[in-house]
Structure formats: structure tokens, C-alpha cells
């Protein structure tokens, strides 16, 4: 933790826990009987509780979106935008920020104890869709009494499950936020999710992804995972302005037989390491699957115009313009459906050189038009104005 | 040159589907969803006047005209309006196409480069016209395809486009005796109402 902690950021926070008895049928028509959900808070619930704003995380994120934990030294994943005078501002805004069923920062999933077998549910704990993450946040909202959400905000992932309540809980939220996302998955997208989830299949240490009863962990495989998903959220330019072609380790004159390594290698390497510790190889799994499976328009016949008539918020749709993981094409789809459908929809394209990553990161026109829009909403709040 | 904007309204009914191409910081918009209770969405490519567009409530895409709207499907809108942007487009025939495809009607304004005062610039100075309505250097204008009111009516002739109704305008946005005289010498703005 800094020795002081930035003006602009919620400070100190700290996660909660809330159990859940009442059991949730999941899309896969598996029943989890009960499950827990850690979240945080920032800001305050007015007393209208019309101020409430969900945040949804994608493939590696959790509930830390803002804010410093006790002894760390990094802030949330979402502390750029999340914060006293950000674009979500907790001044404004009570901030609901939650670790997704499946995941592993807290929430139930395959780390946790199967109450069947009493022991952690490893591969054996039930996939789960997009869908399913929405059922569950919306009993969270329930128990936090939160009727319903002034916005519901994601990137890539995230953006997926905010469009998911646009469907599932049309009366729910007033406003859907997605930010570097798309309706369904590329073939190349797929691809990449398969190559990922073959890397930690194929470590001699998943034990088909019981590995902690054996005491063994996947690492080098889910290393391997994360360094193949690293390259597709960065662009070609920032990689080459990052690294190049810079030499680590090695030379390139002649008479020298010594191996080269070049700096993408080992901060490839870096962050592989770095997120096989953290992250456990079956919730990698489980999230890349969800992703494969989503697609918005899949009930309604495959017409994203039929998946959206029914949504009662309004959108803000933002993409990036080197992100190639999911690019703005894929945005102007979604954009061009909910036209179609007589939705409410505003876009911008920002002009960044950060590819898929940019949704994280810094960037003056993101963040313009970010808070020139959440100002919007605080603005309808009120005024008392629908929707 | 600020509109009227009694002048678009009067050919907007309530409720209605509007699509403003090249929609600056969403003013018409903002007064047609007021008083007229239209659904509408603006296109726009310059990042200040989205984010205006934002603040003041009203759907923006940001979408280049030169990059096609092929997007939008054909007749999916009421009304289609461009406002002092014909001039900037790289093929203005082809957005003029496309603008009619898409809306069952469309209103069009753009600046006439026929008024006395452009002609005198490049008659009599032999330079290009600069004015405090078109305040750019030839060299960095954005204005790149100029037109005037003669030019306009045989595009349609040529296109077959009906033009329904006309308004021209002087500097101070009014029409007068000389306006509806000689409005391809006097009017400095020319709205067109134009259909299939």
C-alpha cells in the first residue's frame, strides 16, 4: 500500500462476503444447491437506492475493481476509472464490484469445497455461462436491495454480461455500459480459447483439473495460457514500441553460439509466471468457456435486432481502435443492432495504441467521453427522467 | 450559420425516426427529440462534438460518411438529415444516394457557393471566397466540394431526385424579395426537401 493513498481513490477497502442458500439452476441444468459471493462497495447507496452501478469483470478479473487493499501495493483493476472525481465517480455512485461464480478470488468456484464430496470441486464444478453470472448478480443485487442498477458496466467479458441483463432483467437497469466487447466470439477468438485451454490440459500436472487433491498445480500450462491470451490483448504497435526488437540476454555477432533472448520473451515469461501463481488453471478454463459460449442472439434466432428489442436502458457501446481481440467491427455490430432495434445508442471508436488492454488503461478521450456520459446519468437521476 | 430550426422542424412529424449525418454537437437533434419527440441518432467523427453529443443526451455513432452506410438498411428511417456537411464529403452524390436509400425522406442544407459574394471573390479578386461563415484558407479547408444552387437542382434533374420543397436563405437566416428573386445570386443557405 502507497504510504499515502491518491486523492482520487476510494482508499482502504476491503471485500465482503454474502451466502446464498436458495439454489441456483444453471444454464448447464446443473443446480448449485448454495454458493458465496465476495464483493466490494464503493461510495454510497442513496436513499432512493437509484445510484447503484454494477461492474462486471472479464477473463482474469475479480471483486478488487478500486481502491487498496490492506498491505498492497497495487489499487484495483479499474481504479483508472473508478474513484472520487473518475469517470465512475464514487461520489456520485455506489459501486458494486463482485468475484464471479467460478472464479478464484473468493466466490465459489473450483477452489472451493464441493459440500458433496468435501473436498475442493477442482474439475468437477459445473460450467457456467454468461447467463448464470447474471442470475447470480442479481440475487446480489437483491440482497444488497438494490431493485435497480443505474448502470451495469464491462469490458470484453464484462461487456457480455452487461449486455446479458439488457435480456434477462430488461427492468433492472437503466443504462448498459460495454466497453471492448462483442455479441459472440470469432473463429479466431475460439481458436485462441482452445490453444489456451490445451496448454493447462496438457500440463502432466491438471489431472483433469484435480491437481490439488494430487498436490501438483498446472503451472507452466496456465503460464503457457496466459502468455498466449497477453499477446492478443496487446497490438503489433505497442508490442513493438514496448520491446522491439531488443535483446535481453544473447548477442547477434558472429562467432557467438550463446542463445539469444529477446525482452517480449521474458516479459512474456514475467507475466506468465506471475499469473500462474494467482490464478487457478480450472476458473481459466471455466471462463474461457463461458466466452466460447456466449452468444447474445442465440435465442432469438440468431438476430442480435430480436435479442435487443426487448432491452428498456440505454447503451454506450465503446471500442478501441488496434484492439484486434475484439475489434471495433465487432462493436459497429452491436452498434448497428441496437439501431435496428429503435434502441437508445450512443458509440465512439477512441484512437488508442494499446489494443485490447486499452479498456484498463489511461487513455484522455476514453475517459472524456466515459465521464461525460456516467455525468448523463447522474444528471437523468436527478431530474428523475426515464429511463 | 446557425439554423432556424423552425425550418427542419415544420417537415418533421412527432415521434418520428431521424438520422442527422455530420450532427455537430447534437443541437438539431437535441431540439427535434424536444419539441418533436423524434427517436433520433446522429452521426458524428470529431471527438468534442461526441462527447457534447453525450452530454447533452443525444444518441451519437461515430461513423465516417466517406467510409459508406452501408450499415443502415434501406428505408429504416423517416427522415435523413444533413446539415452544412454535403460540402465536406469526399463523393457527395454517393452520400446523397445513400441518404435517399435510407430515408423516406431527407433534408439537406448546404452553404451556396453561387452568392454574390463567393462570385466576386473569384471574378473580381480572382481569389477563393473566405468569410466568416466559411473561414478557411483553400489549402485547409474541410469544405472540399462546393456547390451552388444551380448545381445542386441539375444533380437532381440528373439523379431524377424529386425536390419537394426549397428554402434559401440570406446571411442573417431569413428568406426576402431577393432571396426568392435571384436565390442562386442572394441566398447564402439552401434548404432542400428532397425523395425518391
Known amino acids: 500500500m502507497p ?3 491518491p486523492k482520487d481513490s476510494v482508499g482502504l477497502v476491503a471485500p465482503r462476503r454474502l451466502r446464498f442458500d436458495q439454489p441456483l439452476t444453471l444454464a448447464s441444468g446443473r443446480v448449485l444447491e448454495r454458493y458465496e459471493l465476495v464483493y466490494e462497495t464503493y461510495g454510497e447507496l442513496n436513499a ?4 447503484a452501478v454494477l461492474i462486471c469483470h472479464a477473463l482474469s478479473g475479480d471483486h478488487h475493481a478500486a481502491g487498496y487493499h490492506e498491505g498492497q501495493d497495487k489499487p484495483g483493476w479499474w481504479d483508472h476509472y473508478i474513484g472520487p472525481g473518475k469517470p465512475i465517480d464514487t461520489r456520485r455512485f455506489f459501486v458494486v ?14 477452489t472451493s469445497i464441493n459440500p458433496a464430496t468435501g473436498k475442493p470441486w477442482g474439475g468437477a464444478f459445473p460450467m457456467l455461462r454468461v447467463r448464470d453470472w447474471v442470475a447470480s448478480q442479481a440475487r446480489l443485487a437483491d440482497a444488497l436491495g438494490i431493485e435497480r442498477f443505474a448502470a451495469v458496466i464491462g469490458g470484453s467479458l464484462g461487456g457480455m454480461q452487461a449486455m446479458r441483463w439488457t435480456i434477462d432483467f430488461p427492468q433492472r437497469l437503466r443504462h448498459c455500459i460495454a ?3 462483442a455479441l459472440r466470439l470469432s473463429a479466431q477468438n475460439l481458436a485462441f480459447n482452445e490453444i489456451a485451454r490445451r496448454a493447462i490440459t496438457s500440463d502432466p500436472g491438471f489431472h483433469s483439473g484435480d491437481y490439488h487433491e494430487r498436490d501438483t498445480l498446472p503451472r507452466d500450462g496456465l503460464a503457457l495460457a496466459r502468455m498466449i491470451g497477453h499477446v492478443t490483448y496487446l497490438s503489433n504497435d505497442l508490442m513493438g514500441e514496448k520491446f522491439g526488437r531488443e535483446l535481453r540476454a544473447g548477442s547477434f555477432d558472429i562467432g557467438q553460439e550463446s542463445a539469444i533472448e529477446f525482452q517480449v520473451q521474458s516479459y512474456l515469461r514475467y507475466q506468465g509466471e506471475r499469473f500462474s501463481g494467482r490464478f487457478d488453471a480450472n476458473t481459466y478454463i471455466l471462463m474461457t468457456r463461458a466466452l466460447d459460449y456466449f452468444d447474445l442472439a442465440r435465442d432469438f434466432g440468431d438476430d442480435p435486432v430480436r435479442a435487443f428489442s426487448g432491452a428498456l436502458c440505454r447503451f454506450l457501446i465503446v471500442s478501441f481502435s488496434t484492439d484486434w481481440r475484439f475489434p471495433p467491427e465487432r462493436s459497429r455490430e452491436i452498434v448497428d443492432a441496437l439501431i435496428a432495434a ?3 445508442v ?11 488492454d486499452a479498456f484498463l488503461l489511461p487513455n484522455p478521450r476514453y475517459e472524456a467521453i466515459f465521464a461525460s456520459y456516467m455525468q448523463r446519468i447522474h444528471r437523468e437521476l436527478q431530474e428523475g427522467s426515464s429511463p | 450559420m446557425k439554423l432556424p430550426p423552425e425550418l427542419v422542424q415544420q417537415w418533421i412529424r412527432p415521434q418520428e425516426t431521424v438520422l442527422d449525418l455530420g450532427c455537430g454537437d447534437g443541437t438539431l437533434l437535441r431540439q427535434l427529440i424536444d419539441e418533436k ?8 467523427i470529431d471527438p468534442t462534438a461526441i462527447n457534447a453529443c453525450v452530454t447533452a443526451g443525444v444518441n451519437v455513432i461515430e461513423q465516417d460518411l466517406d467510409g459508406g452506410l452501408s450499415n443502415f438498411a434501406d428505408g429504416s428511417f423517416d427522415t435523413v438529415v444533413m446539415t452544412q456537411t454535403l460540402q465536406a464529403v469526399h463523393y457527395p452524390h454517393l452520400v446523397i444516394d445513400e441518404m435517399l436509400r435510407i430515408g423516406k425522406m431527407c433534408i439537406l442544407v448546404f452553404p451556396n457557393f453561387g452568392h454574390w459574394r463567393c462570385r466576386m471573390h473569384l471574378g473580381i479578386r480572382g481569389r477563393m471566397p473566405v468569410s466568416k461563415f466559411l473561414p478557411y484558407q483553400w489549402y485547409d479547408t474541410p469544405n472540399i466540394h462546393f456547390c451552388t444552387i444551380a448545381d445542386f437542382e441539375s444533380l437532381c434533374r440528373e439523379k431524377q431526385i424529386s425536390i419537394l420543397n426549397r428554402r434559401f436563405l440570406t446571411a442573417h437566416g431569413r428568406a426576402n424579395v431577393m432571396t426568392r428573386a435571384w436565390p442562386n445570386l442572394c441566398s447564402l443557405t439552401a434548404i432542400y426537401r428532397i425523395t425518391r
Not at chain 1, 432512493?48 to 445510484?51: D, I, K, M, T
Open chain 1, 3 to 5: 504510504k499515502t493513498l
Open chain 1, 97 to 110: 464490484s463482485l468475484n464471479n461464480l467460478g472464479g478464484c478470488a473468493g466466490s465459489t468456484g473450483p
Open chain 2, 37 to 44: 419527440g423524434v427517436l433520433g441518432y446522429g452521426l458524428e
Open chain 1, 179 to 181: 466497453i471492448a466487447s
Open chain 1, 346 to 356: 450512443s458509440y465512439a471508436e477512441i484512437a488508442s495504441n494499446q489494443g485490447h
Open chain 1, 342 to 344: 429503435r434502441q437508445a
Open chain 1, 48 to 51: 432512493e437506492r437509484s445510484n
